[in-house]
T-cell receptor, first 112, second 113 residues
Framework: RKEVEQDPGPFNVPEGATVAFNCTYSNSASQSFFWYRQDCRKEPKLLMSVYSSGNEDGRFTAQLNRASQYISLLIRDSKLSDSATYLCVVIFYSGGYQKVTFGIGTKLQVIP | EAGVTQSPTHLIKTRGQQATLRCSPISGHTSVYWYQQALGLGLQFLLWYDEGEERNRGNFPPRFSGRQFPNYSSELNVNALELEDSALYLC????????????FGSGTRLTVV
């Protein structure tokens, strides 16, 4: 099993739709989680952290389900400008050592 | 505040040659991380430098190497280039080796022909 798994998509959704992506992780001791957005041929940019209680930033909501070992990203009222690849990141810390693992990314295409 | 800067933006090399990629971290950051993103693949961790020392390396052959200078800038060297080394190479930096959410540079796109 991969350490971090994402459905690569693409997810094709109409403008205004709500879309959700999941990212599963295998190490139950993982402690920190993030979502990044990567536009075509550009560097990934930090979108939001994922907190245990869930967090929201405008149309974006991130949630963590430790029991089932996945994080999710929900995008409401999709805009054309949301078209990008969304990468999840899972961090494991232990005694000064950290392991940062990126998912392969889920491609979102918002259609007019 | 200047972000992470990488150079060159694009690099074309022939198989067997050596490539040198450069990264300047955000001012005050001591750790530099290198990642490879090949087409269709996720970001693969290459190297982590902190305070001039290599702290960790990913599952890459020894022909991938680098160093960190006293001003915390870093260089990634790839020797004996192979076609499959063609990828986007990304650099990120952080304080004291802890992950706070990377800010990546815009990357160097290496093409090996």
């Amino acid at each position: 099993r991969k350490e971090v798994e994402q459905d690569p998509g693409p997810f094709n959704v109409p403008e205004g739709a709500t879309v959700a992506f999941n990212c599963t992780y295998s190490n139950s001791a993982s402690q920190s989680f993030f979502w990044y957005r990567q536009d075509c041929r550009k560097e990934p940019k930090l979108l939001m952290s994922v907190y245990s209680s869930g967090n929201e930033d405008g149309r974006f909501t991130a949630q963590l389900n430790r029991a089932s070992q996945y994080i999710s990203l929900l995008i409401r009222d999709s805009k054309l400008s949301d078209s990008a690849t969304y990468l999840c990141v899972v961090i494991f810390y232990s005694g000064g050592y950290q392991k940062v693992t990126f998912g392969i990314g889920t491609k979102l295409q918002v259609i007019p | 505040e200047a972000g992470v800067t990488q150079s060159p933006t694009h690099l074309i090399k022939t198989r067997g040659q050596q490539a040198t990629l450069r990264c300047s971290p955000i001012s005050g950051h001591t750790s530099v991380y290198w990642y490879q993103q090949a087409l269709g693949l996720g970001l693969q961790f290459l190297l982590w430098y902190d305070e001039g020392e290599e702290r960790n390396r990913g599952n890459f052959p020894p022909r991938f190497s680098g160093r960190q200078f006293p001003n915390y800038s870093s260089e990634l060297n790839v020797n004996a280039l192979e076609l499959e080394d063609s990828a986007l190479y990304l650099c990120a930096s952080s304080l004291e080796g802890r992950y706070y959410g990377y800010t990546f540079g815009s990357g160097t796109r290496l093409t090996v022909v």
